[in-house]
Every structure is written in structure tokens, then in C-alpha cells.
């Protein structure tokens, strides 16, 4: 398994870009990158999926280096309810259930 | 399309006894995985069924144990409860590339 190392926690203020990165050392040539996001009593919710580059949707952008041994998710200006626990997950595609999901980082988000 | 369920949401045991929690994946799912939350464990897996097999497994004791049935419905059995055992148990189901959790289930063990 794959692990990952995020900061624990960060803060923010309302409409500024946040940049949450990710270091994964130990990632396999067939390991994909996945970012999700739990709010508290709630199951994590899906937020973004990388191999390699730069991938964007809606919500987020996810910029990993060549080397893919780390990632940064960017949340494009962040408002109060982006308040959540955010986690950094390295894995195969096809096997999600290995994923290691470690501690997450806890972004605060204020007025 | 209806998201993941589980039930119930909310449990209290005391130790010693066993519960058992259902889930019902994504309509057309056919895997379901099981993972338990703590603060001082965070997410953790527990297992994961397909097409009523068990094909993965996480590093729980033979307490924890699941099943599943035919209409991809699964539930997870605790037995002798121990007071660690209290936790958020996330169900989730998925394609193949992307996973959806449940609600949870918020267990308390006394």
C-alpha cells in the first residue's frame, strides 16, 4: 500500500485559493491519485482523480509533477461550507478497497 | 439515482453483545466495501464484497464479518462487542473507477 502524508490541518479565509498537498513516495507505475472530502457524520464524497499533469472539474483542480510523487489539490475560492476534512488517497484503479485513506487535513475555512 | 444506505443510522450497545448493519449500494453496484472511522484510527477498511464473494480483506479481527446478498445488498456483523468498537462504519459501493460512500452508520458501544 501506498501511503500518504498530508499536513493535519490549515486554514483559510473565505474566497481564497486553497492549496492542499500531498506526498506519496512509495506510488506505483499503475497507482491513480484521489482526492476526497468528509464533512463530520458523513461519508467522504468524491472530489477528483489524477494520473499524471493537471486534471480539473467543477470543483477543484489536481496538479501532480512528473515524478507523481506528491499532488496538490487547488480549491478555487473557498467559502465556509468547504470547511471538511480533506483526504489524499494513492491506489490502482481497479482497487479502491486498498486505498489508504491516513488522517486527512483538516481545512478550516473563515469568515 | 438513489445514493447509498445504510441502516440504522444510529446504535447503542453494551459490550459483549453483537450488532449487525446493512447496507444498500448504488442501484446497479455490485461491489460494497466496509470501513470503520475512529479519531484515533481514522478510515480503515474493513472488507470488501462482489457478486456475494468476499474479495478483499482489511486487518480486523473474525468479530467483524459481513456478507452479501444476491440483490448486492450487504450487511456487516460485529460480534462481542468491546468498548473500541465504537465508531462510524461507512459503507460504499462502486464503479469501476469511483467509489460513493453511505451515511454511516454512528455505533456506541457501552
Known amino acids: 500500500l501506498a501511503k500518504t502524508t498530508q499536513p493535519i490541518s490549515m486554514d483559510s479565509y473565505e474566497g481564497q485559493e486553497v492549496n492542499i498537498t500531498c506526498s506519496h513516495n512509495?506510488?506505483?507505475?499503475?497507482?491513480?491519485i484521489t482526492w476526497y472530502q468528509q464533512f463530520p457524520s458523513q461519508g467522504p464524497r468524491f472530489i477528483i482523480q489524477?494520473?499524471?499533469t493537471k486534471v480539473t472539474n467543477e470543483v477543484a483542480s489536481l496538479f501532480i509533477p512528473a515524478d507523481r510523487k506528491s499532488s496538490t489539490l487547488s480549491l478555487p475560492r473557498v467559502s465556509l461550507s468547504d470547511t471538511a476534512v480533506y483526504y489524499c488517497?494513492?491506489?490502482?484503479?481497479?482497487?479502491?478497497?486498498?486505498?489508504?485513506f491516513g488522517s486527512g487535513t483538516k481545512l478550516n475555512v473563515k469568515p | 439515482k438513489a445514493g447509498v444506505t445504510q441502516t440504522p443510522r444510529y446504535l447503542i450497545k453494551t459490550r459483549g453483545q453483537q450488532v449487525t448493519l446493512s447496507c444498500s449500494p448504488i442501484?446497479?453496484?455490485?461491489?460494497v466495501s466496509w470501513y470503520q472511522q475512529t479519531p484515533g484510527q481514522g478510515l480503515q477498511f474493513l472488507f470488501e464484497y462482489f457478486s456475494e464473494t468476499q474479495r478483499n480483506k482489511g486487518n480486523f479481527p473474525g468479530r467483524f464479518s459481513g456478507r452479501q446478498f444476491s440483490n448486492s445488498r450487504s450487511e456487516m456483523n460485529v460480534s462481542t462487542l468491546e468498548l473500541g468498537d465504537s465508531a462510524l462504519y461507512l459503507c460504499?459501493?462502486?464503479?469501476?473507477?469511483?467509489?460513493?460512500f453511505g451515511p454511516g452508520t454512528r455505533l456506541t458501544v457501552l
Open positions: 442501484s446497479g453496484h455490485r461491489s
Open positions: 512509495n506510488i506505483a507505475t499503475n497507482d491513480y
Open positions: 460504499a459501493s462502486r464503479t469501476e473507477n469511483e467509489q460513493f
Open positions: 489524477g494520473y499524471k
Open positions: 488517497l494513492v491506489g490502482g484503479l481497479y482497487n479502491f478497497n486498498k486505498f489508504y
